[in-house]
C-alpha cells in the first residue's frame, strides 16, 4: 500500500506523521495518524476510499470543505467522522485550528472488487457518500482499533487488517451507497475444511498468515470466510491464531531456555515489549515471571 502512503504525504504536505503502517505487513488498508496544522489543505483526487477520525481532534476546531459541489462545515471535536470516497474532486478544504491526532484510514479497490465477488453483483466505492460528521459506531470502533494496532502492534496485526478492510468495506456500501448487500447464503465451513484451516494455522504459528491463505484452503471468499470461521469457532481467526501463538509461548518458557527476544519473533511479535505487555495482559503476569513459576 505504498502509493496510499504517498497520497497521504501530497495530500496532507504539512501535517505531521505520528504513526503510520507503511512499514507494515498490511494489505487491502493502511492508516496514519497526523496532527494537522490550521490552514488550507491542497485537495488531490483519491484513487482510494478515505475515511478520517478525529482521535483527539479539538474542541472548537472544525474542518470546512466542498466536494461534488457540496459545502460541508463540520466541527472536529473527538469522535468525529468524515468519508472521502474515491473519484471525489474535492474542490477546497480548510482547518480553522490546529488539529492534533487525526487518523486517515485508505481503503483499496481491490478490497471493493473481493466484496463484489463475494455478493456475485459490481460493487463500487465510487458509489458511497461524501460525508462528514456521521454517527456511525460501527465505522469508529473499527477506526479506534486500527488506531491501537498502529500504537502497538500485535503479532496477528496484519490478519486483523485484512478481516476490518473486508468488513468495513461491505459496510461502507451497504450504509452509504444505497446497494443493500445481502448475502444470498449463509456461509458455514465443514468440519474438513475447517481442520485443514486448523491444521495450517498450527504448522505455520511462527510464520506470516494471512486471510487470503486461510479463505483459499477454506474454498470461500475471504468475507465469508471470516464470518463462517467465527461462526464456528466463537472468535475471529486473528484472536484464534493470537490465542495459539500465546499458548505456544507458555510453553517455550516453561519448557524450553530459549530467551524472551527469541521466544517473541517465533510468536510473530514485533518485539521484546510488545511481546511482554501482551503476555501479561493474557495471562496477568510477565513473562519472566510465568517461566519461574514453571521453573524454569
Not at 466505492?125 to 473499527?142: C, L
Not at 461462526?231 to 486473528?238: D, E, I, K, L, R
Request: net charge neutral; proline share 5%.
Amino acid at each position: 500500500m505504498a502509493s496510499v502512503h504517498d497520497f497521504g504525504r501530497r495530500k496532507f504536505p504539512r501535517g505531521e506523521v505520528l504513526l503510520s503502517s507503511g512499514r507494515r505487513n498490511w494489505s487491502g488498508m493502511a492508516a496514519e495518524v497526523r496532527n494537522h496544522p490550521a490552514g488550507e489543505i491542497p485537495p488531490p483526487v483519491p484513487q482510494q476510499m478515505e475515511i478520517t477520525l478525529a482521535l483527539s481532534g479539538s474542541p472548537t476546531g472544525r474542518v470546512e470543505r466542498r466536494g461534488n459541489g457540496e459545502w460541508q462545515d463540520t466541527p472536529a471535536r473527538p469522535g468525529t467522522l468524515w468519508l472521502c470516497p474515491i473519484g471525489v474532486v474535492e474542490e477546497s478544504i480548510r482547518i480553522t485550528e490546529d488539529l492534533s491526532s487525526i487518523l486517515h484510514i485508505f481503503i483499496g479497490h481491490e478490497v471493493f472488487k473481493e466484496v463484489s465477488r463475494t455478493v456475485s453483483r459490481a460493487v463500487s466505492p465510487e458509489s458511497i457518500a461524501y460525508r462528514a460528521g456521521i454517527d456511525d459506531e460501527f465505522v469508529r470502533q473499527v477506526g479506534y482499533r486500527i488506531s491501537a494496532e498502529l500504537e502497538e502492534e500485535t503479532c496477528v496485526g496484519g490478519l486483523l487488517v485484512d478481516s476490518l478492510s473486508s468488513a468495513m468495506a461491505a459496510h461502507l456500501v451497504a450504509t452509504y451507497s444505497g446497494a443493500l448487500l445481502q448475502d444470498r447464503e449463509n456461509p458455514r465451513i465443514d468440519q474438513v475444511r475447517m481442520r485443514r484451516v486448523v491444521d495450517y494455522i498450527n504448522d505455520n504459528l511462527d510464520a506470516d498468515i494471512s486471510l487470503a491463505d486461510l479463505s483459499e484452503i477454506a474454498c470461500l471468499s475471504h468475507h465469508h470466510f471470516a464470518r463462517a470461521f467465527r461462526s464456528a469457532v466463537g472468535v475471529p481467526p486473528h484472536r484464534f491464531i493470537s490465542t495459539l501463538r500465546l499458548k505456544r509461548a507458555q510453553d517455550l518458557l516453561a519448557h524450553t531456555q530459549a530467551n524472551l527476544a527469541d521466544i517473541a519473533f517465533a510468536c510473530r511479535f514485533s518485539s521484546q515489549s510488545t511481546f511482554t505487555r501482551a503476555f501479561r495482559r493474557h495471562m496477568g503476569l510477565s513473562p519472566g515471571e510465568y517461566r519461574r513459576k514453571a521453573g524454569r
